[in-house]
């Protein structure tokens, strides 16, 4: 199962076929190193988030008045477009593709992904959606309009009648990175599934693995109905067909199904490789084994598997039949079984553990405790009757975003601070991780928890002007969002800071087990000079037992 040949990769003790040019140019280059193209997705998602963040800040400041003063109604529906569909197709996703291309291969034990030229070509592909987004600025119309969710008819509306409306190119820019995202999934579950160390059965790859295959499933499962979804709308709009124009016969709603039977389960495309973060960090900062290993490792397919069967959830105001209701309100209260068990399964760990305070732990903590929130608001949201109360309101707005800041970001800053000395060789500076996290804790509760009072008492999302008695609520969301917008300011200074002058980190700062904390930091190309054995389960705090049998080999020693 190990050192297969595959071409790029090379086999052990030979010169790989591609040197990567030295220094930062490699991060330029179409480089077919793992390693290499996980920093390329982590830094080029980042720059996205920056760019969402802003598009952030602009809504922020509109709404932190009643009146619409700022900017127009259609740059006001450009901005809510475009923030949500950067943030989640260019920062969320490939975020946590980065990482996951990052930290797989070392996990598991291999010299790299299973097809690494597939593996740069799905990366490339992330720019160009990037381009193509922002290039819709430029348009004569503008900027798509219709929300991430691009329902008909609102998304079938071409007023300026151009074929390459900002709409036909938002519809192109997603098919796009769809693809990426499929290459990806087809590499993540043929490198886990075929190309672990021996030693290194299903029960023995850390958690983190478990829940990046069972999110790569889910891509592989759903995400050609989007793609079919999103095809077909596209010649709605550009060559006239009528699959879900109702002006000629066709049936809006079915889109909802497309859209949904993918988007749905794409939340747990974003959050399952948090919870894996969250398991991996919370026994090194406590120094314990993960509580109930398997039963979390196993719960990561379980979310995945439910995730597929809920929704509807979404439709409830749809039109959907009663009965129909009652069963997707059914299935979606089931996914708080596996999650609950998570949940528990940390709060345990945690249990007389020797909690070490860093970065790292103090942002998985954090991460853990909103989403604890996140997930009450969820149950609330999957029941019919507060569903059709709160449908289209800031409650929506509130919740998803205690899920994909407060949860799935916060995260990702756990898992980028934790491997930082591992992917630079650097540690960061404490301090300003220290405040990154404060800043960022404080402001996301600001933010985002004023917005479920003000969807309980009515304020619809989507608007740039309301009733002037929302109006307190909105300035403390507003302050909220400037303070997380200055958050990132600590955060981009520390990483910048020690990565061009941050003291050595040695190879396994934070005393961790694990595959990736054996070799040097940062590792070498092809990660091992010889391919670990592995003999133990991971997370053996406390046990005193060898990870694997060729410690030395594996370092070159
Ligand atoms: C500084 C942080 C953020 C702030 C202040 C913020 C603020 C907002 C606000 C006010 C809206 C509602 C706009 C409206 O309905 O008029 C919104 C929508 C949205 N946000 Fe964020 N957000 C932030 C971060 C994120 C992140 C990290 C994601 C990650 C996926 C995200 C995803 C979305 C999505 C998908 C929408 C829905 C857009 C739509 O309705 O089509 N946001 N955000
Ligand atoms: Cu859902």
Redesign the pocket.
Known sequence: MTNIPVEGIGIPGEKPKFQPPPGWKRYFSFSTDHKVIGIQYLVTSFTF?LI??FL??I??AE?ITPESDLIDRTL?NS???M???I??FL??FPSLVGLSNYLVPLMIGARDMAFPRLNAAAFWLIPVVGILLMASFFLPDGTAQA???VYPPVSLQNPGGHLISGQAVWILAVAISGISSIMGAVNFVATIVKMRAPGMTFFRMPVFVWTVLSAQLIQLTALPALTAGAVMLLFDLTVGTSFFNSAKGGNPVLFQHFFWFYSHPAVYV?ALPAFGIFSEVIPVYARKPLFGYKVVAVSSLLIAGVSLLVWVHHMFTSGTPGWMRMIFMLSSMCVGVPTGIKIFAWTATLWKGKIRLQTPMLFALGAVLMFLFAGITGIMLASVPIDIHVNNT?FV?GH??YV??GT??MGLFAGIYHWFPKMTGRMYYEGLGVLHFWLAFI?TNL?FLPMHPLGLQGML????SYDPEYAFWNVL?SL??FL??ISTLPFILNLLGAWVQGEKAPDNPWRAIGLEWLVSSPPPIENFAEIPIVVSEPYGYGKDEPLVENAAAVRGE
């Not at 999302?461 to 740039?464: E, I, K, L």
């Open positions: 988030f969402g963040g952030a800040m809504i922020r709404l006001y901005m809510f477009t923030h949500g569909t943030m989640i920062w969320i929300g991430w969710w974003m800031y707005v998803f975003h994909v800041y799935v970001t402001g933010n999302r989507r608007v740039s969301a909220g969002a997380l917008g």
